[in-house]
């Protein structure tokens, strides 16, 4: 990587910059989804924090940007581009410097940014520039799409109900714990064919020994929740890692705290399946 000529600068956009950045960034992301459109991603970082939408100049030509955000814990970087005919200049190099410090000047501590798995060109950029790939899984919604779902508030069994179907697949003892009081009560029983299970304590042990076994792999719900009053029932499945399936039927009641004061759990399928 060579030093950057004198003349490449780093601004915040201007208004009179719209075509040209749309057009860097069409060239750069021919593959962007619809959701990425240039004039739309414009429109939307214009009206938070705009000062860090920055592009890159070279003799007054725009050949590179960057986007960068805080939202209060983490700063981001998005879309990245500089024309082919001018990398392995050092201006990319200079865009995210410039991102960094706009991020610092608003108290950030942390930046973060995501790249497609397959990009390894881009991974290595960000390697050479002082970036670690972490262990996380990247997560996502399009909130379009959510936004045209019916919303409703969640009653109180619903919210006991998924605590405790999601606390089966949690292998962190301590989240798991924390979990376990928000749903299940002090005193609260699960009843199965062969014994009965009563109190937390109890209760948290029996899932220790449940999320050791090395066959485990997942838990999923295979039915909706079926909401009455202080009554609930669900079916779901444990897969396991021999490719072996288990299916459970459970149904139960909370209590006037909204913790589950007793669930019968089933094991297998039902009579008649």
Same mark, same amino acid.
């Given at each position: 990587?060579?030093? +950057?000529?004198?003349?490449?600068?780093?601004?915040?956009?201007?208004?009179?910059?719209?075509?040209?950045?749309?057009?860097?960034?069409?060239?750069?992301?021919?593959? %962007? +989804?619809?959701?990425?459109?240039?004039?739309?991603?414009?429109?939307?970082?214009?009206?938070?924090?705009?000062?860090?939408?920055?592009?890159?100049?070279?003799?007054?030509?725009?050949?590179?940007?960057?986007?960068?955000?805080?939202?209060?814990?983490?700063?981001?970087?998005?879309?990245?581009?500089?024309?082919?005919?001018?990398?392995?200049?050092?201006?990319?190099?200079?865009?995210?410097?410039?991102?960094?410090?706009?991020?610092?000047?608003?108290?950030?501590?942390?930046?973060?940014?995501?790249?497609?798995?397959?990009?390894?060109?881009?991974?290595?950029?960000?390697?050479?520039?002082?970036?670690?790939?972490?262990?996380?899984?990247?997560?996502?919604?399009?909130?379009?799409?959510?936004?045209?779902?019916?919303?409703?508030? +969640?009653?109180?069994?619903?919210?006991?109900? %998924?605590?405790?179907?999601?606390?089966?697949?949690?292998?962190? +003892?301590?989240?798991?714990?924390?979990?376990?009081?928000?749903?299940?009560?002090?005193?609260?029983?699960?009843?199965?064919?062969?014994?009965?299970?009563?109190?937390?304590?109890?209760?948290? %042990?029996?899932?220790?020994?449940?999320?050791?076994?090395?066959?485990?792999?997942?838990?999923?719900?295979?039915?909706?929740?079926?909401?009455?009053?202080?009554?609930?029932?669900?079916?779901?499945?444990?897969?396991?890692? %021999?490719?072996?399936?288990?299916?459970?039927?459970?149904?139960?009641?909370?209590?006037?705290?909204?913790?589950?004061?007793?669930?019968?759990?089933?094991?297998?399928?039902?009579?008649?399946?």
């Amino acid at each position: 990587m060579t030093t +950057p000529p004198a003349e490449f600068s780093v601004r915040s956009f201007r208004r009179g910059d719209g075509e040209a950045l749309g057009a860097l960034w069409g060239r750069v992301f021919p593959d %962007d +989804p619809p959701w990425n459109a240039p004039t739309a991603m414009i429109e939307n970082k214009l009206k938070v924090q705009p000062e860090l939408l920055l592009v890159g100049e070279l003799a007054g030509t725009i050949v590179g940007a960057v986007m960068a955000g805080f939202d209060g814990v983490r700063g981001w970087i998005y879309h990245l581009a500089i024309l082919p005919e001018h990398r392995r200049r050092g201006f990319a190099t200079r865009l995210v410097r410039s991102a960094e410090q706009g991020l610092l000047s608003l108290g950030c501590p942390k930046v973060n940014l995501q790249v497609r798995s397959t990009n390894q060109e881009v991974v290595a950029f960000y390697r050479s520039v002082g970036y670690q790939v972490e262990e996380r899984v990247s997560m996502g919604r399009r909130l379009e799409e959510a936004a045209a779902l019916p919303c409703r508030m +969640p009653n109180a069994v619903e919210i006991a109900v %998924d605590t405790y179907i999601r606390m089966w697949s949690e292998r962190d +003892p301590a989240v798991r714990a924390t979990m376990l009081e928000a749903c299940f009560a002090a005193e609260g029983r699960m009843v199965t064919r062969s014994r009965e299970i009563r109190g937390r304590g109890a209760f948290a %042990d029996l899932m220790t020994k449940f999320l050791a076994d090395p066959q485990v792999r997942e838990i999923r719900v295979i039915s909706a929740i079926d909401a009455s009053g202080t009554t609930f029932r669900f079916r779901s499945v444990v897969e396991r890692h %021999d490719g072996t399936i288990l299916e459970n039927f459970d149904a139960g009641e909370i209590d006037a705290t909204g913790r589950i004061s007793l669930i019968l759990a089933f094991a297998g399928p039902l009579a008649g399946q």
